[in-house]
């Protein structure tokens, strides 16, 4: 869906809660808390508000016909007890994942109408169901590189500070991966590297960086399929041999930061680079706004509270 379509579809509460539920239970409605397949459609009157006297609109709710518990789609979701009208919500998704550079959060916060802290908020619990953990490991041809990102200051030495090591890993004709690395040590490297390639992995193509042998040999990558380019020497093509691919994606990243953002905290990094290669891995489905608000309706909120905490990041699991 585009935002013609979701503005002329998804214009109402009604549609909006239809479609969610659609995306839910794409095979009908099952009970939260005993699965249970068989539920009747209930409708609650507003509550009354003692003070302004006004009634609030009727509620439709689920209610299971065998454990009597009652439900909406928006249960046990991010969107769940949210201030915010679910055509909000999906305006704001549509616009993230049709940005292919990402869209910042004061710029939402016009599109919206609301202020730049329900922006910022909203558009990372968005960012919370755009990382999946465990996913399948890249094989064929594997470009590995990093970059660093973050402020302009620079100590001595070529020491960065105020900066963070991104590394890349992307597949040739597949999936993109990226981590933020606040020790760039063959360790750090070789924990990724295992995590997301396999050790029959056709070829693993890498610059001359002195921590990438040991990472390979620590990730059970054989040596022999590890191709070096030396970058130093000004060679930057050797055959098939060369890290363009996951340069190529660094560049649009950057682009996205200072042309979007700006600027981003070092601090919420990983969640960008979740965003980022979310809308890269899946730039060819068939319907990203539909599966994006299925996976929201999956993984759970994201209390503030926890969102400004460090180090909250917590990925998304399939069901």
């Not at 590189?145 to 040739?172: A, L, N, P, Q, W």
């Not at 649009?252 to 891995?281: D, I, M, P």
């Amino acid at each position: 869906m585009n935002l013609l379509d979701i503005y002329k579809e998804l214009n109402t509460e009604d549609k909006c809660l239809a479609f969610l539920e659609n995306m839910r239970w794409p095979g009908g409605v099952k009970c939260l808390a005993c699965e249970s397949p068989r539920i009747t459609r209930i409708t609650s009157k507003g509550k009354t508000n003692k003070k302004t006297g006004k009634t609030g609109p009727d509620r439709q709710l689920h209610q299971c016909n065998d454990c009597r518990f009652q439900f909406t789609a928006t249960t046990g979701t991010v969107y769940h007890d949210t201030h915010l009208p679910l055509s909000q919500w999906f305006l704001a998704i549509a616009l993230i994942t049709e940005s292919k550079k990402g869209i910042s959060a004061n710029q939402l916060a016009r599109a919206l109408g609301v202020q730049y802290r329900t922006a910022w908020y909203l558009a990372h619990r968005i960012r919370k169901a755009m990382v999946e953990a465990n996913p399948p490991k890249l094989t064929g041809t594997v470009e590995i590189d990093e970059t660093y990102i973050g402020g302009k200051k620079r100590g001595r030495r070529g020491v960065k500070k105020d900066k963070d090591v991104v590394m890349g890993i992307r597949e040739r004709g597949g999936d993109l991966r990226l981590f933020q690395i606040a020790a760039p040590t063959s360790e750090a490297l070789a924990e990724h590297i295992k995590e997301n390639v396999s050790p029959d992995v056709k070829k693993v193509m890498t610059d001359e960086w002195a921590a990438y042998p040991a990472a390979f040999i620590a990730s059970s990558i054989k040596g022999g399929k590890h191709e070096t380019i030396r970058h130093k020497d000004k060679i930057y093509v050797r055959g098939d041999v060369h890290t363009n691919t996951i340069e190529s994606a660094f560049s649009l990243f950057k682009r996205g930061v200072t042309g979007a953002f700006h600027k981003v905290s070092l601090k919420h990094l990983q969640r960008y680079l979740n965003e980022f290669s979310f809308r890269f891995n899946n730039r060819k489905a068939d319907d990203l706004f539909g599966m994006t608000v299925r996976r929201m309706a999956l993984a759970g909120n994201l209390p503030y509270a926890k969102l400004i905490e460090e180090n909250a990041f917590t990925p998304f699991v399939r069901p």
